[in-house]
C-alpha cells in the first residue's frame, strides 16, 4: 500500500459523517448581492460588516499604493519590506483602539499565533475559553505553554482554575475573542479584566469581530465595555469590517516594541502588500467619520433578531447574540447541510456549518450594513418555510 493511502480512506470518513467542505465560488464584487455559481444571491454569508470590501474609496487607495509601491511589500519589515504606509496604519488603529502603539501583521491568524508564542512559553500557563477561534488554540499550543480550557465564558470556572493552577507557573495569560465568531455573544471582558488583575495575568482579546463594529468609536469589544483603561493585549484583523487584509495587535509601547523584537510571525513574514494597508487605512477613516454604518447594522441586528424569534418554533434555537452575527442551531450536520442547500435554491446565502468547525450544527447568519429591509424580510420568509 502506498504511504498516502490513509488520505483516501480519511476523505471517505469525512464524506460519510458529512463534515466534507469545498469552496463556494463568488463572482464578481462581495457585497450585499452576489453571484454564487452562476447564480445570483443575497449575501448573509460574509464577515464585511460596514460593507467596504467594495468600497470605491479603498478600491481607490489600493490602486494608488500600488502604483507608488508595486504589488508587493518584497520583504520582512525588519529587512527591505518596511513603507511609510505601514506605519501610518499602525498609528491609526493605535489612535482608533486608544492604546500607545500597534503592530501589523499579513494576517490576523498569524498575529495570534506570532503574539502568543512571543509572550509565553514552556513554563507558563494559557487559560483559554473552550470556544475560542482556531488561530488562538493552534498558538496556545505552539507556545509550549500549558494550556488550560474553561467552559464558555464560565467566569466562575476560570477562577476556580486561576486559584488552584496560576501559583504553579511563570506567567499566566488568560485569552479569549471579543465576539465569538461561530456564535456571535461576547465574551466578559470586565470580569476577565478582574481577574487578570487579581490572579497576576496578562489578557489578550481577539477582536477581529469586533473592530469597527462594537462601541461608541467602532474600536470593537473594549470600546464597547468602556474598558480602555485597563491593561490588555487589544488583537484584531484588517480582512472583516475593514475589507482589506491582515491583522493587528495593539497595547502600550513596550508591549509593541517587544514584538517587533520578539514575534517570530512578523519578523519572519513578508510585509503586507501596499494595496492591503491602504485600503486598511482608508477604511479606518470611515469607520472614523460616517458613525451612521455602524448604527444601521444595530438596527438590523434587532430587526432580524425580533423577527425570528417570532419564526422559529423552538426559541432556543436561536444562539445569544450581541453581535452581527445571528446563529440558528439545527440538529445535525446532514439537516444544516440541506437546509443550506434549499436558502441558496431561494437565492439566500447563508452559511451552514457544523462540527468540527463548532461543536453543534447550525446557520451562521451574518448581516451588513448595506442590507435592506426587504434583504431580511426575504431571509425570514424563507427560513420560515425551512423545517429546522
Known amino acids: 500500500m502506498s504511504s498516502y493511502s490513509w488520505i483516501e480512506r480519511s476523505l471517505t470518513t469525512i464524506h460519510k459523517a458529512n463534515w466534507y467542505r469545498q469552496v463556494q465560488p463568488i463572482s464578481g464584487r462581495g457585497g450585499v448581492e452576489v453571484n454564487l455559481n452562476g447564480t445570483p444571491a443575497i449575501n448573509f454569508a460574509s464577515n464585511d460588516y ?9 478600491i481607490e487607495a ?5 502604483r507608488e509601491y508595486g504589488t508587493g511589500s518584497t520583504g520582512s519589515r525588519l529587512l527591505s519590506g518596511h513603507r511609510p504606509l505601514h506605519r501610518q496604519l499602525e498609528e491609526a488603529i493605535a489612535r482608533l483602539k486608544q492604546t500607545d502603539d500597534a503592530i501589523v501583521f499579513s494576517s490576523g491568524y498569524l498575529a495570534n499565533l506570532g503574539t502568543l508564542t512571543a509572550l509565553v512559553g514552556p513554563r507558563d500557563v494559557i487559560f483559554a475559553d473552550a470556544y475560542n477561534h482556531a488561530s488562538l488554540r493552534q498558538g496556545s499550543l505552539l507556545s509550549g505553554a500549558t494550556v488550560r480550557d474553561y467552559p464558555h465564558r464560565d467566569v466562575d470556572s476560570l477562577r476556580q482554575q486561576l486559584q488552584q493552577q496560576r501559583p504553579q507557573f511563570r506567567r499566566g495569560l488568560i485569552v479569549s475573542d471579543g465576539v465569538f465568531s461561530m456564535d456571535g455573544d461576547l465574551c466578559p471582558l470586565p470580569q476577565l479584566l478582574d481577574l487578570a488583575e487579581e490572579y497576576d495575568c496578562m489578557l489578550l482579546v481577539d477582536d ?8 461608541s468609536r467602532g474600536a470593537g469589544t473594549v470600546d464597547y465595555f468602556k474598558a480602555g483603561d485597563r491593561p490588555l493585549v487589544q488583537m484584531g484583523t484588517l480582512s472583516k469590517a475593514l475589507g482589506s487584509l491582515g491583522g493587528y495587535v495593539a497595547g502600550d509601547a513596550a508591549l509593541i516594541d517587544y514584538l517587533r523584537n520578539r514575534a517570530p510571525t512578523w519578523i519572519y513574514t513578508t510585509g503586507l502588500s501596499p494595496a492591503d ?10 469607520v472614523e467619520q460616517e458613525p451612521q454604518r455602524r448604527e444601521q447594522l444595530r438596527q ?6 425580533k423577527k425570528l424569534l417570532n419564526i422559529l418554533p423552538q426559541k432556543s434555537q436561536l444562539l445569544p447574540s450581541e453581535s452581527p452575527i445571528l446563529c440558528i442551531q439545527v440538529k445535525d450536520a446532514a439537516h444544516v447541510m440541506a437546509s ?3 436558502l441558496r435554491e ?8 457544523r462540527p468540527p ?3 453543534t450544527s447550525r446557520l451562521r447568519i451574518t448581516l451588513m450594513a448595506s442590507h435592506e429591509s426587504q434583504h431580511l424580510d426575504r431571509l425570514g420568509e424563507a427560513l420560515h418555510s425551512l423545517v429546522l
Open 346 to 353: 431561494a437565492g439566500l446565502f447563508v452559511c451552514a456549518v
Open 50 to 58: 460596514l460593507g467596504l470590501a467594495g468600497d470605491e474609496r479603498l
Open 300 to 305: 438590523h441586528q434587532a430587526y432580524l433578531k
Open 62 to 66: 489600493a490602486i494608488a499604493a500600488t
Open 277 to 286: 494597508t491602504a485600503a486598511a487605512l482608508a477604511a479606518i477613516a470611515i
Open 208 to 215: 477581529a469581530h469586533g473592530t469597527g463594529v462594537l462601541g
Open 340 to 342: 443550506g442547500q434549499a
Open 357 to 359: 468547525t463548532v461543536p
